[in-house]
Protein backbone atom coordinates (compact mmCIF):
# COMPACT_ATOMS: atom_id res chain seq x y z
CA UNK A 1 0.00 0.00 0.00
CA UNK A 2 1.81 3.19 -1.24
CA UNK A 3 0.90 6.34 0.76
CA UNK A 4 -1.27 8.77 -0.57
CA UNK A 5 0.82 12.08 -2.87
CA UNK A 6 -0.89 15.49 -2.37
CA UNK A 7 -1.20 16.50 -5.99
CA UNK A 8 -1.33 20.09 -6.94
CA UNK A 9 -3.66 20.21 -9.62
CA UNK A 10 -6.28 18.40 -7.61
CA UNK A 11 -6.07 20.73 -4.75
CA UNK A 12 -9.83 19.10 -3.39
CA UNK A 13 -8.81 15.43 -4.43
CA UNK A 14 -10.35 15.53 -7.49
CA UNK A 15 -13.51 15.72 -9.64
CA UNK A 16 -15.95 12.58 -7.62
CA UNK A 17 -17.70 12.34 -11.09
CA UNK A 18 -14.20 11.46 -12.73
CA UNK A 19 -12.21 9.91 -10.37
CA UNK A 20 -12.85 7.59 -6.74
CA UNK A 21 -11.53 9.60 -4.33
CA UNK A 22 -11.32 7.18 -1.80
CA UNK A 23 -9.01 4.49 -3.69
CA UNK A 24 -5.75 6.11 -3.38
CA UNK A 25 -6.54 5.56 0.69
CA UNK A 26 -7.36 1.94 0.13
CA UNK A 27 -5.87 -0.25 2.55
CA UNK A 28 -5.21 2.99 5.04
CA UNK A 29 -8.68 3.79 5.75
CA UNK A 30 -7.95 2.72 9.44
CA UNK A 31 -5.92 5.52 9.76
CA UNK A 32 -8.65 8.03 9.26
CA UNK A 33 -11.41 6.07 10.91
CA UNK A 34 -9.37 6.44 14.26
CA UNK A 35 -8.70 10.01 13.70
CA UNK A 36 -12.47 10.65 12.95
CA UNK A 37 -13.24 8.73 16.47
CA UNK A 38 -11.03 10.60 18.24
CA UNK A 39 -12.27 14.01 17.23
CA UNK A 40 -15.63 12.96 18.67
CA UNK A 41 -14.64 11.95 21.57
CA UNK A 42 -12.03 15.41 21.50
CA UNK A 43 -15.98 16.74 21.63
CA UNK A 44 -16.50 15.50 25.27
CA UNK A 45 -14.32 17.83 26.58
CA UNK A 46 -15.96 21.12 25.59
CA UNK A 47 -19.08 20.25 27.63
CA UNK A 48 -16.93 18.68 30.33
CA UNK A 49 -15.13 22.09 30.99
CA UNK A 50 -18.62 24.00 30.67
CA UNK A 51 -19.48 21.44 33.41
CA UNK A 52 -16.29 21.73 35.13
CA UNK A 53 -16.84 25.51 35.17
CA UNK A 54 -20.05 25.63 36.64
CA UNK A 55 -19.43 23.66 39.41
CA UNK A 56 -16.07 25.80 40.17
CA UNK A 57 -18.27 28.88 40.21
CA UNK A 58 -21.15 30.33 42.47
CA UNK A 59 -24.38 28.68 41.79
CA UNK A 60 -25.63 32.21 40.87
CA UNK A 61 -23.26 32.36 37.69
CA UNK A 62 -23.21 28.59 36.63
CA UNK A 63 -25.51 28.47 33.80
CA UNK A 64 -23.44 31.15 32.16
CA UNK A 65 -20.52 29.06 31.95
CA UNK A 66 -22.57 25.93 30.77
CA UNK A 67 -24.15 28.06 27.83
CA UNK A 68 -20.67 29.64 27.00
CA UNK A 69 -19.63 26.04 26.40
CA UNK A 70 -22.47 25.55 24.13
CA UNK A 71 -21.91 29.15 22.33
CA UNK A 72 -18.28 28.62 21.77
CA UNK A 73 -18.43 25.67 19.65
CA UNK A 74 -21.16 27.14 17.70
CA UNK A 75 -18.56 31.01 17.04
CA UNK A 76 -15.46 28.83 17.01
CA UNK A 77 -16.82 26.64 14.24
CA UNK A 78 -18.17 29.55 11.83
CA UNK A 79 -14.36 30.72 12.48
CA UNK A 80 -12.49 27.97 11.33
CA UNK A 81 -14.30 27.16 8.53
CA UNK A 82 -14.51 31.20 7.79
CA UNK A 83 -10.91 31.71 7.73
CA UNK A 84 -9.30 29.66 10.65
CA UNK A 85 -8.45 26.45 9.28
CA UNK A 86 -6.38 28.55 6.40
CA UNK A 87 -4.80 31.01 8.47
CA UNK A 88 -3.21 27.94 10.70
CA UNK A 89 -2.45 25.58 8.10
CA UNK A 90 -2.88 26.44 4.72
CA UNK A 91 -0.01 24.63 2.67
CA UNK A 92 1.28 28.40 1.40
CA UNK A 93 1.67 29.68 5.14
CA UNK A 94 4.50 31.90 6.10
CA UNK A 95 6.55 31.18 9.17
CA UNK A 96 3.86 33.18 11.53
CA UNK A 97 0.56 32.83 9.92
CA UNK A 98 -1.13 31.37 6.92
CA UNK A 99 -3.28 32.79 4.10
CA UNK A 100 -6.35 32.89 2.40
CA UNK A 101 -5.58 29.77 0.73
CA UNK A 102 -8.38 28.05 1.89
CA UNK A 103 -10.80 30.61 2.66
CA UNK A 104 -14.32 29.47 3.24
CA UNK A 105 -12.53 25.60 3.22
CA UNK A 106 -11.93 26.51 -0.23
CA UNK A 107 -10.65 23.16 -1.92
CA UNK A 108 -10.96 21.15 1.46
CA UNK A 109 -12.36 17.93 1.18
CA UNK A 110 -10.74 14.67 -0.13
CA UNK A 111 -6.97 15.44 -0.90
CA UNK A 112 -4.69 14.38 1.49
CA UNK A 113 -3.97 16.71 4.73
CA UNK A 114 -1.04 19.02 5.13
CA UNK A 115 -0.42 17.59 8.87
CA UNK A 116 -1.07 13.72 7.70
CA UNK A 117 -0.80 12.00 4.09
CA UNK A 118 -3.08 9.26 5.66
CA UNK A 119 -6.23 11.45 6.37
CA UNK A 120 -8.18 12.68 3.81
CA UNK A 121 -8.20 16.94 4.27
CA UNK A 122 -11.47 17.04 5.47
CA UNK A 123 -11.03 14.72 8.87
CA UNK A 124 -8.08 16.91 9.47
CA UNK A 125 -10.25 20.33 9.40
CA UNK A 126 -12.73 18.73 11.96
CA UNK A 127 -10.02 17.32 13.90
CA UNK A 128 -8.00 20.41 14.24
CA UNK A 129 -11.26 22.59 14.69
CA UNK A 130 -12.07 20.74 17.78
CA UNK A 131 -8.68 21.66 19.23
CA UNK A 132 -8.99 25.30 18.99
CA UNK A 133 -12.67 25.20 20.29
CA UNK A 134 -11.39 23.36 23.44
CA UNK A 135 -9.04 26.23 23.48
CA UNK A 136 -10.98 29.04 23.19
CA UNK A 137 -13.14 27.28 26.03
CA UNK A 138 -10.29 27.43 28.14
CA UNK A 139 -9.86 30.94 27.82
CA UNK A 140 -13.50 32.34 28.32
CA UNK A 141 -12.99 30.90 32.08
CA UNK A 142 -11.05 34.25 32.95
CA UNK A 143 -14.15 35.95 32.78
CA UNK A 144 -16.39 33.65 34.56
CA UNK A 145 -19.15 35.56 37.21
CA UNK A 146 -18.42 39.31 35.58
CA UNK A 147 -17.88 38.67 32.11
CA UNK A 148 -20.77 39.98 29.90
CA UNK A 149 -21.80 36.91 27.33
CA UNK A 150 -21.92 38.55 23.58
CA UNK A 151 -18.63 40.35 23.99
CA UNK A 152 -16.94 36.90 25.65
CA UNK A 153 -18.12 35.39 21.81
CA UNK A 154 -17.15 38.46 19.90
CA UNK A 155 -13.67 38.36 22.13
CA UNK A 156 -13.68 34.26 21.18
CA UNK A 157 -13.88 34.59 17.24
CA UNK A 158 -11.11 37.09 17.44
CA UNK A 159 -9.10 35.74 20.07
CA UNK A 160 -9.00 32.34 17.56
CA UNK A 161 -8.03 34.40 14.84
CA UNK A 162 -5.43 36.33 16.43
CA UNK A 163 -3.85 34.27 19.02
CA UNK A 164 -4.64 30.73 18.79
CA UNK A 165 -4.51 30.33 14.38
CA UNK A 166 -0.89 32.32 14.61
CA UNK A 167 0.58 29.65 17.44
CA UNK A 168 -0.79 26.42 15.93
CA UNK A 169 0.48 27.74 12.21
CA UNK A 170 4.00 28.47 14.04
CA UNK A 171 3.71 25.05 15.81
CA UNK A 172 2.32 22.62 13.84
CA UNK A 173 2.07 23.87 9.85
CA UNK A 174 4.97 22.52 8.02
CA UNK A 175 6.26 26.41 7.53
CA UNK A 176 6.13 27.70 11.27
CA UNK A 177 8.87 28.85 12.90
CA UNK A 178 8.42 26.80 15.89
CA UNK A 179 8.24 23.56 13.80
CA UNK A 180 11.46 24.01 12.40
CA UNK A 181 13.49 25.03 14.95
CA UNK A 182 12.46 22.31 16.08
CA UNK A 183 10.23 23.06 19.51
CA UNK A 184 8.83 19.20 20.38
CA UNK A 185 4.44 19.77 21.29
CA UNK A 186 2.42 16.66 20.37
CA UNK A 187 -0.75 17.45 21.01
CA UNK A 188 -0.82 21.48 22.19
CA UNK A 189 1.16 22.41 25.02
CA UNK A 190 1.93 25.54 23.88
CA UNK A 191 -1.01 26.52 21.40
CA UNK A 192 -3.18 24.66 23.26
CA UNK A 193 -2.49 25.34 27.13
CA UNK A 194 0.50 27.95 27.45
CA UNK A 195 -1.29 30.66 24.97
CA UNK A 196 -4.96 29.87 26.77
CA UNK A 197 -3.87 30.43 30.38
CA UNK A 198 -1.95 32.86 29.54
CA UNK A 199 -5.21 34.96 28.10
CA UNK A 200 -7.13 33.76 30.78
CA UNK A 201 -5.18 35.92 32.66
CA UNK A 202 -5.24 38.74 30.58
CA UNK A 203 -8.69 38.19 30.63
CA UNK A 204 -9.21 38.64 34.22
CA UNK A 205 -6.72 41.05 34.38
CA UNK A 206 -8.48 43.30 32.50
CA UNK A 207 -11.39 42.85 33.87
CA UNK A 208 -10.43 43.59 37.06
CA UNK A 209 -11.75 42.00 40.63
CA UNK A 210 -14.79 40.79 41.29
CA UNK A 211 -16.40 42.31 43.74
CA UNK A 212 -16.27 40.52 47.34
CA UNK A 213 -18.67 41.56 50.11
CA UNK A 214 -18.29 38.91 52.82
CA UNK A 215 -20.39 35.84 50.81
CA UNK A 216 -18.57 32.84 52.56
CA UNK A 217 -19.38 31.41 49.33
CA UNK A 218 -16.89 33.54 47.53
CA UNK A 219 -13.74 31.64 45.56
CA UNK A 220 -15.57 28.32 46.69
CA UNK A 221 -16.87 25.69 44.40
CA UNK A 222 -20.69 25.57 44.50
CA UNK A 223 -21.00 21.55 43.02
CA UNK A 224 -18.63 19.15 43.59
CA UNK A 225 -20.64 16.66 41.65
CA UNK A 226 -20.36 19.01 38.89
CA UNK A 227 -16.40 19.30 38.91
CA UNK A 228 -15.88 15.68 39.31
CA UNK A 229 -18.74 15.05 36.38
CA UNK A 230 -16.63 17.85 34.18
CA UNK A 231 -13.29 15.96 34.90
CA UNK A 232 -15.00 12.92 33.90
CA UNK A 233 -15.24 14.49 30.30
CA UNK A 234 -11.97 16.03 29.85
CA UNK A 235 -10.28 12.39 30.99
CA UNK A 236 -12.02 10.52 28.61
CA UNK A 237 -11.92 13.20 25.97
CA UNK A 238 -8.39 13.67 26.58
CA UNK A 239 -7.73 10.13 25.18
CA UNK A 240 -8.74 11.79 21.74
CA UNK A 241 -6.91 14.80 22.45
CA UNK A 242 -3.65 12.83 22.93
CA UNK A 243 -4.16 9.69 21.25
CA UNK A 244 -4.98 10.82 18.09
CA UNK A 245 -2.29 13.57 17.85
CA UNK A 246 0.18 11.34 15.84
CA UNK A 247 -2.59 11.89 13.29
CA UNK A 248 -2.55 8.23 12.16
CA UNK A 249 -3.11 4.96 13.90
CA UNK A 250 0.13 3.89 14.71
CA UNK A 251 2.40 2.24 18.10
CA UNK A 252 3.11 5.79 18.66
CA UNK A 253 -0.31 7.08 18.86
CA UNK A 254 -1.05 3.93 21.46
CA UNK A 255 1.41 4.62 23.56
CA UNK A 256 0.26 8.87 23.81
CA UNK A 257 -3.36 7.17 25.03
CA UNK A 258 -1.32 4.86 27.55
CA UNK A 259 0.17 7.88 28.61
CA UNK A 260 -2.52 10.37 28.82
CA UNK A 261 -4.30 7.79 31.23
CA UNK A 262 -0.36 7.11 33.32
CA UNK A 263 -0.14 10.86 33.64
CA UNK A 264 -4.05 12.01 34.72
CA UNK A 265 -3.52 9.13 37.45
CA UNK A 266 0.05 10.28 38.60
CA UNK A 267 -1.44 13.82 38.30
CA UNK A 268 -4.06 12.53 41.15
CA UNK A 269 -1.55 11.10 43.00
CA UNK A 270 0.67 14.37 43.95
CA UNK A 271 -1.99 16.70 44.30
CA UNK A 272 -4.05 14.35 46.70
CA UNK A 273 -0.01 14.37 48.12
CA UNK A 274 0.65 17.41 48.87
CA UNK A 275 -3.03 18.33 49.96
CA UNK A 276 -2.56 15.90 52.22
CA UNK A 277 -0.04 17.26 53.97
CA UNK A 278 -0.82 20.42 53.56
CA UNK A 279 -4.84 20.50 55.26
CA UNK A 280 -3.40 18.02 58.47
CA UNK A 281 -4.72 14.59 56.52
CA UNK A 282 -7.68 15.82 54.59
CA UNK A 283 -8.64 15.46 51.44
CA UNK A 284 -9.96 17.07 48.51
CA UNK A 285 -12.48 15.58 45.32
CA UNK A 286 -11.53 19.52 43.88
CA UNK A 287 -7.86 19.09 44.83
CA UNK A 288 -8.00 15.81 42.56
CA UNK A 289 -9.94 16.70 39.79
CA UNK A 290 -7.16 19.53 39.44
CA UNK A 291 -4.83 16.91 39.67
CA UNK A 292 -6.09 14.83 37.01
CA UNK A 293 -6.18 18.21 34.74
CA UNK A 294 -2.74 18.80 35.66
CA UNK A 295 -1.47 15.66 34.89
CA UNK A 296 -3.34 15.62 31.31
CA UNK A 297 -2.00 19.67 30.63
CA UNK A 298 1.57 18.08 31.48
CA UNK A 299 1.57 15.25 29.23
CA UNK A 300 0.12 17.07 26.44
CA UNK A 301 3.19 18.20 24.83
CA UNK A 302 5.01 14.79 25.45
CA UNK A 303 2.93 11.93 25.16
CA UNK A 304 4.55 10.65 22.19
CA UNK A 305 7.84 11.36 22.94
CA UNK A 306 8.44 9.60 25.94
CA UNK A 307 8.12 6.82 27.68
CA UNK A 308 5.51 5.42 29.70
CA UNK A 309 7.58 5.88 33.60
CA UNK A 310 8.67 9.54 32.11
CA UNK A 311 5.15 9.90 31.44
CA UNK A 312 4.39 8.90 35.24
CA UNK A 313 6.87 11.62 36.45
CA UNK A 314 5.94 14.28 34.19
CA UNK A 315 2.24 13.99 35.08
CA UNK A 316 3.21 13.83 39.03
CA UNK A 317 5.74 16.74 38.54
CA UNK A 318 3.46 18.67 37.00
CA UNK A 319 0.43 18.35 39.81
CA UNK A 320 3.05 18.90 42.48
CA UNK A 321 4.11 21.87 40.80
CA UNK A 322 0.52 23.52 40.04
CA UNK A 323 -0.56 22.32 43.62
CA UNK A 324 2.31 24.25 45.19
CA UNK A 325 0.80 27.41 43.50
CA UNK A 326 -2.79 27.22 45.10
CA UNK A 327 -1.90 30.78 45.77
CA UNK A 328 -0.56 32.06 42.82
CA UNK A 329 -3.72 34.98 42.47
CA UNK A 330 -2.60 36.42 45.98
CA UNK A 331 1.09 36.82 44.56
CA UNK A 332 0.43 38.43 41.08
CA UNK A 333 -3.03 40.47 42.45
CA UNK A 334 -5.14 38.85 39.61
CA UNK A 335 -8.47 37.34 40.30
CA UNK A 336 -8.13 34.70 37.99
CA UNK A 337 -10.60 32.63 40.39
CA UNK A 338 -10.88 29.41 37.75
CA UNK A 339 -7.25 28.67 38.01
CA UNK A 340 -6.53 28.60 34.13
CA UNK A 341 -3.41 30.03 34.09
CA UNK A 342 -2.43 27.83 37.38
CA UNK A 343 -3.26 24.97 35.56
CA UNK A 344 -2.92 25.47 31.91
CA UNK A 345 -0.32 28.39 31.66
CA UNK A 346 1.68 27.13 34.72
CA UNK A 347 1.23 23.45 33.84
CA UNK A 348 1.71 24.01 29.97
CA UNK A 349 4.87 25.58 30.52
CA UNK A 350 6.31 22.90 33.15
CA UNK A 351 4.90 20.19 30.23
CA UNK A 352 7.16 21.58 27.37
CA UNK A 353 10.05 22.18 29.73
CA UNK A 354 9.96 18.54 30.53
CA UNK A 355 9.55 17.28 27.28
CA UNK A 356 12.74 19.15 26.05
CA UNK A 357 14.42 16.94 28.91
CA UNK A 358 12.85 13.64 28.58
CA UNK A 359 11.79 12.94 24.78
CA UNK A 360 13.15 9.87 23.63
CA UNK A 361 14.07 9.29 19.77
CA UNK A 362 13.32 5.61 20.27
CA UNK A 363 9.47 6.54 21.18
CA UNK A 364 9.08 8.67 18.80
CA UNK A 365 9.65 6.70 15.89
CA UNK A 366 7.47 4.07 16.89
CA UNK A 367 5.81 5.51 14.08
CA UNK A 368 8.20 4.89 11.73
CA UNK A 369 9.12 8.34 10.69
CA UNK A 370 9.52 10.82 13.24
CA UNK A 371 13.12 11.32 15.22
CA UNK A 372 12.88 13.79 17.82
CA UNK A 373 15.79 13.68 20.58
CA UNK A 374 15.74 15.37 23.72
CA UNK A 375 18.22 15.66 26.42
CA UNK A 376 17.86 12.49 27.92
CA UNK A 377 19.60 11.56 24.37
CA UNK A 378 21.77 13.49 24.97
CA UNK A 379 20.41 16.25 22.83
CA UNK A 380 20.53 19.03 25.65
CA UNK A 381 20.32 22.03 23.28
CA UNK A 382 16.23 21.00 22.78
CA UNK A 383 15.63 22.45 25.91
CA UNK A 384 16.64 25.77 24.99
CA UNK A 385 14.34 25.26 22.21
CA UNK A 386 11.09 24.70 24.40
CA UNK A 387 12.04 27.69 26.15
CA UNK A 388 12.15 29.51 23.26
CA UNK A 389 8.43 28.38 22.94
CA UNK A 390 7.46 28.98 26.30
CA UNK A 391 8.51 32.92 25.99
CA UNK A 392 7.49 33.29 22.36
CA UNK A 393 3.83 32.15 23.43
CA UNK A 394 3.63 33.56 26.45
CA UNK A 395 4.86 36.77 25.42
CA UNK A 396 2.65 36.82 22.17
CA UNK A 397 -0.32 35.44 23.33
CA UNK A 398 -0.71 37.55 27.25
CA UNK A 399 0.05 40.83 25.17
CA UNK A 400 -2.34 40.02 22.24
CA UNK A 401 -5.20 39.56 24.83
CA UNK A 402 -4.72 42.25 26.63
CA UNK A 403 -4.64 44.72 23.34
CA UNK A 404 -8.02 43.08 22.19
CA UNK A 405 -9.70 43.46 25.34
CA UNK A 406 -8.86 46.63 25.72
CA UNK A 407 -9.54 47.88 22.67
CA UNK A 408 -13.40 45.64 23.01
CA UNK A 409 -13.48 46.76 26.31
CA UNK A 410 -13.46 50.79 24.91
CA UNK A 411 -15.88 49.94 21.77
CA UNK A 412 -19.16 52.33 22.44
CA UNK A 413 -21.47 49.74 23.67
CA UNK A 414 -19.86 46.83 23.95
CA UNK A 415 -19.57 46.47 27.71
CA UNK A 416 -17.05 43.55 29.09
CA UNK A 417 -17.96 43.59 32.65
CA UNK A 418 -21.71 43.25 34.46
CA UNK A 419 -22.38 46.25 36.18
CA UNK A 420 -22.20 45.80 40.38
CA UNK A 421 -25.99 45.02 41.08
CA UNK A 422 -25.81 41.71 38.26
CA UNK A 423 -22.92 40.33 39.55
CA UNK A 424 -24.62 40.33 42.99
CA UNK A 425 -27.48 39.03 42.01
CA UNK A 426 -25.48 36.36 39.65
CA UNK A 427 -24.88 36.52 35.97
CA UNK A 428 -27.38 33.88 35.29
CA UNK A 429 -30.50 35.90 36.29
CA UNK A 430 -28.75 39.22 34.77
CA UNK A 431 -27.98 37.18 31.40
CA UNK A 432 -30.89 34.81 30.98
CA UNK A 433 -34.12 35.43 30.92
CA UNK A 434 -35.88 31.62 32.77
CA UNK A 435 -33.23 29.41 34.04
CA UNK A 436 -31.34 28.73 37.04
CA UNK A 437 -29.58 25.82 37.89
CA UNK A 438 -30.68 23.49 41.02
CA UNK A 439 -33.22 23.23 43.10
CA UNK A 440 -35.86 26.32 42.44
CA UNK A 441 -37.41 26.03 45.09
CA UNK A 442 -34.60 26.75 47.50
CA UNK A 443 -33.89 29.76 45.37
CA UNK A 444 -37.73 31.19 45.22
CA UNK A 445 -37.29 30.96 49.67
CA UNK A 446 -34.10 32.68 49.73
CA UNK A 447 -35.39 35.34 47.37
CA UNK A 448 -38.53 35.77 49.72
CA UNK A 449 -36.47 36.12 52.94
CA UNK A 450 -34.35 38.23 51.24
CA UNK A 451 -37.45 40.18 50.28
CA UNK A 452 -38.90 40.18 53.56
CA UNK A 453 -35.83 41.13 55.24
CA UNK A 454 -35.78 44.54 53.12
CA UNK A 455 -39.49 45.23 53.64
CA UNK A 456 -38.21 45.20 57.79
CA UNK A 457 -35.40 47.05 57.09
CA UNK A 458 -36.42 49.46 55.06
CA UNK A 459 -35.98 53.18 55.60
CA UNK A 460 -38.29 54.37 58.54
CA UNK A 461 -39.42 51.23 59.43
CA UNK A 462 -37.68 50.37 62.96
CA UNK A 463 -35.83 46.95 62.67
CA UNK A 464 -37.96 44.19 64.05
CA UNK A 465 -35.97 43.45 67.55
CA UNK A 466 -36.72 47.16 68.04
CA UNK A 467 -40.55 46.88 67.28
CA UNK A 468 -40.84 43.89 69.06
CA UNK A 469 -39.42 45.95 71.93
CA UNK A 470 -41.38 49.05 71.32
CA UNK A 471 -44.52 46.68 71.65
CA UNK A 472 -43.02 45.59 74.87
CA UNK A 473 -42.79 48.38 76.17
CA UNK A 474 -45.66 50.16 75.23
CA UNK A 475 -47.64 47.43 77.06
CA UNK A 476 -46.19 46.83 79.91
CA UNK A 477 -46.59 51.02 80.42
CA UNK A 478 -50.53 50.35 79.62
CA UNK A 479 -50.86 47.50 82.33
CA UNK A 480 -48.64 49.67 85.17
CA UNK A 481 -51.27 52.37 84.38
CA UNK A 482 -54.04 50.15 84.68
CA UNK A 483 -52.92 49.05 87.96
CA UNK A 484 -52.58 52.67 89.05
Given amino acids: ?62 VALLFQSMLVVAVTTFQWMFWGYSLAYS ?11 NFGLKDVMAAPSPGSAYLPEIVFVFYQLLFCACTVQIVIGGAFERGRIVPSLIFAFCWATLVYC ?43 KRKHTGDPSHAKPHNTTLVFLGTVFIWFGWFGFNGGSALNATVRAMLAAFNTNTAASFGVL ?79 MVGSFLTGIFATQGISMLDGFTAAPGGIDGVGIQVGKQFAEITAIGAYSFTVSCALLYILKYIPGLHLRVSEEAEMKGLDLDQFFDEQIGDWSLFEELEKRHAASSII ?25 KNH
Fill in 1 to 62: MSTPVYNETMPNGGNTMEVDVNAQYAGLEYHYTYIVFCGFIVWLIIPGIGLLYGGLARRKSA
Fill in 91 to 101: RTAGPFIGNLA
Fill in 166 to 208: PIACWTWNANGWLFNLPSLDFAGGGPVHQASGWSALAYAFVLG
Fill in 270 to 348: GWVLVDFFKHGGKFSVVGACEGAIAGLVGITPAAGYVSVWLAALIGFVTAVVCALCQNLNEWIHIDEGMDVFKLHGVGG
Fill in 457 to 481: HAPGTPPAQEAASGSNSDGEAAEKS
